[in-house]
Each structure stands twice: as C-alpha cells, then as structure tokens.
C-alpha cells in the first residue's frame, strides 16, 4: 500500500531564496512533484522594497555545496576577505585602518543583491531540474 510519503510531492508557496532552496533540496533527495508559487513574474524581477544585500557564509554555502554552486556564487559576489574602517575627518582628510575580524580559517563569505541569488537559483531549476520542480 502506498502512503502519502511515497509520493513525493509538494507545494512551496514563495519563490525567494528558502522556497528555491527548499525546492532544489528536496529535487536533489529525489522528489519528483515540487511546485514552487511565486507572485513575482520572474526570477529577477526587481522589488524596490526587497532590494538589500545576502551574506553567505560557510552555513549558507552548505546549501550552495551540495548544489555545486559555490563556484557560481564567488563569481556573482564580493568576497568578505578584508575589513577596513574608514574615518573622515572634518576637514576631509581619511584615516583606512584594516581591521582584523575575519577569521582566515573561516571559509570566505560572499556578499550579493538578493535579486541575484534568486536568479542563481532559478537558474540552476531551469538548467538541471525541470522535470522535478515547476514554477508558476
């Protein structure tokens, strides 16, 4: 007899980077119906009010891992390998002091627009997961 979990089907309602994400997890453990609600038109679709920056570090890059889009990823986005505080004096003048809060033995975290980290997911449905995961 076959049980609800033998199917493997699922509606994720949101398209943003945990819908894609759990879509593209769930496509990789063999799910076969995912269904992906999205009230945006597309992937980059730009929205002023969700226009900010994603830090992905070693947690976030696990997920990035064990799609084998990391490489992608440092290629999209700015590498967190130095920090550097700047001082502007009153008269104009600059003081940059390098200072040491990045830990080397720490993988490198990347800094991106979340518009483009959605794209990267997307992406990465259109290309190798089409017969698992629909987008509407």
């Known amino acids: 007899m076959m049980s609800y979990l033998d199917k493997k089907n699922v509606v994720i309602i949101g398209g943003g980077p945990t819908g894609l994400g759990t879509a593209l997890m769930l496509a990789k453990r063999g799910w076969k119906?995912?269904?992906?609600i999205e009230k945006r038109p597309s992937a980059d679709y730009y929205e002023p009010d969700k226009s900010f920056?994603?830090?992905?570090?070693?947690?976030?890059?696990?997920?990035?891992?064990?799609?084998?889009?990391?490489?992608?990823?440092?290629?999209?986005?700015?590498?967190?390998?130095d920090f550097y505080l700047t001082l502007i004096k009153s008269d104009g003048t600059r003081k940059v002091t390098k200072l040491p809060?990045?830990?080397?033995?720490r993988k490198t975290a990347y800094w991106l627009p979340r518009a483009s980290f959605?794209?990267?997911?997307?992406?990465?449905?259109?290309?190798?997961?089409?017969?698992?995961?629909?987008?509407?």
Do not use: C, F, H
């Not at 119906?33 to 992906?36: K, L, P, W």
């Not at 920056?53 to 967190?80: C, E, F, M, W």
């Not at 809060?101 to 033995?105: A, C, K």
């Open 33 to 36: 119906e995912i269904i992906v």
């Open 101 to 105: 809060i990045v830990d080397p033995e």
């Open 53 to 81: 920056n994603y830090q992905i570090d070693g947690r976030g890059q696990k997920l990035t891992d064990l799609l084998n889009l990391t490489d992608q990823l440092a290629d999209l986005s700015v590498p967190n390998t």
């Open 118 to 136: 959605v794209k990267l997911l997307s992406e990465e449905i259109e290309k190798k997961w089409q017969d698992s995961i629909r987008a509407m």
